[in-house]
């Protein structure tokens, strides 16, 4: 099952798979369950443990602490919480335009 969250008009809530309909995502970037990044041109299916970033508008976070925000969260939402953090670190605000999904494929134990 795939865990999400969403950052929307400037709150985080539970995300769907609708959230990113009808959006065209400024980066999507790929996250395998090691860490390793790499930014795609289209929504991956996500494997076990793999995670996923997309957003639109202004999102001021590096590639590096996409990866770093991902290896060390404990789920979904405090992974998008980290990086919200250092977004908002460097300019102060949440644009209205910024909307950003992550999502995590859950590990089956």
Request: a negative charge.
């Amino acid at each position: 099952m795939t865990d999400r969250y969403c950052l929307e008009y400037g709150r985080l809530r539970e995300g769907v798979e609708e959230d990113t309909a009808g959006q065209e995502p400024a980066a999507i970037f790929h996250l395998a369950a090691d860490g390793a990044l790499r930014e795609v041109s289209q929504r991956p299916p996500l494997q076990e443990g793999e995670g996923a970033l997309l957003y639109a508008g202004d999102f001021y976070v590096e590639p590096l602490e996409i990866q770093i925000e991902f290896l060390k969260a404990a789920n979904v939402r405090k992974w998008l919480e980290g990086l919200v953090l250092r977004h908002v670190d460097r300019v102060r605000q949440i644009g209205e335009d910024l909307r950003v999904l992550a999502e995590i494929e859950e590990v089956d134990v």
